[in-house]
């Protein structure tokens, strides 16, 4: 994984992050809809999958090939190392 592509995950992650406020305000909606009881663990799995998806999409548009499993993990140790900023936004946005 190549230095720029780390920069784009990372990027992307922020992006993301910064539209919690936004996800917060529209949740009611989908409580109603999903039948969710917790809505921490509800924003937070959803942020989760957000940067997930968006990591792997863009590798593959990056390098026109889909990720091995060592690549995923590797993603997805820069998304873990994330976890503590996305749970603060969520419980402070």
């Known amino acids: 994984m190549t230095p720029e592509f780390r920069q784009r995950i990372e990027d992307s992650i922020h992006g993301i992050i910064m539209t919690i406020p936004t996800l917060k305000q529209e949740y009611p909606k989908l409580k109603s809809d999903w039948k969710f009881e917790h809505d921490f663990d509800f924003i937070y799995g ?11 999409t863009a590798f593959k548009m990056i390098y026109n090939r889909e990720a091995t499993s060592e690549e995923i993990l590797m993603i997805g140790e820069i998304i873990e190392s994330y976890f503590p900023l996305i749970r603060d936004e969520i419980m402070h946005a």
Do not use: A, E, K, R
């Open 46 to 56: 959803s942020i989760v999958g957000q940067i997930l998806g968006s990591c792997l």
